[in-house]
């Protein structure tokens, strides 16, 4: 009598930095057509405003993965103080650059502001979207060839 092998489950480290560059591969598939769409219709300094907004949102994700992966490993017991002390300061970053570019006028601080908080929730969705239809994140997600079959 065989016993049916079992899937490797896949490692756990690092989760959250590939969680992070799950949702940035995402913004890479969105940005082209954005920018560009966006840079028709309401001129060069709006597509400028999608394309800064994108590259805060995903830089705010891989540093927050960066931030929490860190004290994971080196301090996990402080890991809830750390996450939210780690948004605040991330917050108050992109707030100042968002004042930055408006006293500037670089680009569109409409567009730019609208960008942000819409791929903010809509990278978050789409990565929600995906771990709740695999129920694994894209990250721990088994590829193909690590899955092992029924030895007989």
């Known amino acids: 009598m065989s016993v ?9 480290d690092q989760i959250e930095s590939r969680i992070a560059h799950d949702i940035a591969r995402h913004a890479l598939i ?6 560009i769409g966006v840079g028709i219709w309401r001129g060069v300094p709006a597509g400028a405003g999608v394309a800064l907004a994108l590259a805060l949102v995903v830089g705010n994700f891989i540093a927050a993965a960066w931030v929490l992966g ?3 490993r080196t301090a996990p017991d402080l890991l809830m ?4 002390m780690s948004f605040l300061v991330r917050l108050v970053l992109i707030t100042a650059i ?5 006293e500037l006028g670089i ?6 502001c609208i960008t942000l908080i819409a791929s903010y929730l809509g990278l978050l969705f789409w990565e929600m979207r995906s771990i709740s239809l695999s129920m694994a994140s894209p990250g721990l997600k088994p590829k193909p060839h690590e899955r092992s079959g029924v030895s007989g």
């Open 4 to 12: 049916p092998a079992t899937a490797p489950t896949p490692s756990i």
């Open 30 to 35: 969105v940005a082209p057509i954005a920018i």
């Open 70 to 72: 860190w004290v994971a």
């Open 81 to 84: 103080g750390a996450a939210m």
């Open 98 to 102: 968002g004042v930055g570019v408006k």
């Open 107 to 112: 680009v569109d601080f409409q567009v730019f």
